[in-house]
């Protein structure tokens, strides 16, 4: 189907052996997250799997080793083992695909732009929600755009080099915790983020296209006109 529609695909490892985040996403269903060192190899096999499996499709962009890994259940060390040995995994099968890191180690984007420079073809993916942000609990919507202008912007800033990985904003939506927004103030606050975005040398997806709430369904916000791909 990719292929008929020229669409690339990106295989995205949502939850790992041992589940690397408390959510339901993550693979866990109590909030415990053990993924760590005793759970890289078994990971490795999964990504060598996938890898081997669709290397060969004209269709495949790229292989994303692991959905949000969150600390202090995954440590900065062990989520480099992995990379490193995800990396090779991919390179085993693939010399073209790119291979991208998520991130939700907060200050630690400096260290993952200096380990992943070295590799060819790698991204850097990181997942600015509004509606996940503790400092935007009693926000107003200039502090919402304020926060995506200073704040969200620095960090991509941080992620890009000229000779480091590409940047990718894997995961965003238009939704956040403000109470009675207008239909403009949605707008305002959708093209703020959008010409941060844009910046990002890999792009970036809404999550999702299609969903049960409108404002995570990007579909339903093209359709109502909170959202226009002009500005993208």
Not at 68 to 75: D, I, L, M, N
Request: proline residues 4%.
């Amino acid at each position: 189907m990719s292929r008929r529609h020229n669409i690339g695909v990106i295989i995205d490892l949502h939850a790992a052996p041992g589940a690397q985040n408390p959510w339901e996403h993550g693979g866990s269903r109590d909030g415990s997250r053990t993924w760590g060192d005793s759970n890289i190899a078994e990971t490795v096999q999964v990504i060598d799997f996938l890898a081997a499996r669709y290397a060969r499709r004209s269709g495949l962009l790229a292989v994303e080793l692991m959905n949000e890994p969150v600390a202090p259940g995954v440590s900065l060390d062990s989520l480099k083992r992995y990379y490193q040995q995800g990396y090779n995994a991919v390179r085993k099968h693939s010399p073209t695909a790119y291979v991208i890191m998520s991130n939700r180690i907060a200050g630690h984007w400096d260290e993952l732009v200096d380990f992943a420079t070295p590799f060819s073809r790698t991204v850097l993916d990181g997942h600015p929600y509004l509606v996940f942000e503790p400092k935007l609990d009693k926000s107003n919507v200039q502090q919402n755009i304020d926060f995506v202008n200073k704040e969200i912007a620095g960090d991509l800033s941080t992620m890009t080099r000229p000779d480091g990985p590409l940047t990718f904003v894997g995961e965003w939506v238009a939704e956040w915790k403000v109470k009675g927004a207008s239909k403009e103030d949605f707008q305002r606050c959708a093209n703020a983020q959008m010409a941060v975005y844009r910046k990002a040398t890999f792009g970036w997806a809404y999550w999702s296209y299609k969903h049960v709430s409108n404002h995570w369904s990007m579909e339903w916000m093209i359709n109502n006109g909170y959202i226009s791909l002009k500005n993208a």
